[in-house]
């Protein structure tokens, strides 16, 4: 089944160290709304949900030297 999602990616890098054990760190944010998807059809049928429903996700990421 194919699943389509639309919506901003934003992220952030702070300053870059060289040969450090946090290295890079990045903040992001991601909102995505569902354009196609198998059980979010927002048809009749009772299991159905709605496509408009969003997904947010924050995270934090970083590279680091050992």
């Known amino acids: 089944t194919t699943t389509?999602?639309?919506?901003?990616?934003?992220?952030?890098t702070f300053r870059e160290r060289r040969h450090s054990w946090l290295n890079a760190p990045t903040v992001f944010f991601l909102a995505q709304w569902w354009i196609?998807?198998?059980w979010r059809t927002g048809g009749d049928h009772p299991n159905t949900v709605t496509q408009y429903l969003s997904m947010f996700?924050?995270?934090?990421?970083?590279?680091?030297d050992a």
Do not use: V
């Open 4 to 12: 389509h999602r639309l919506g901003p990616l934003i992220s952030y």
């Open 36 to 38: 196609q998807h198998q």
């Open 57 to 64: 996700i924050l995270g934090f990421s970083f590279r680091g």
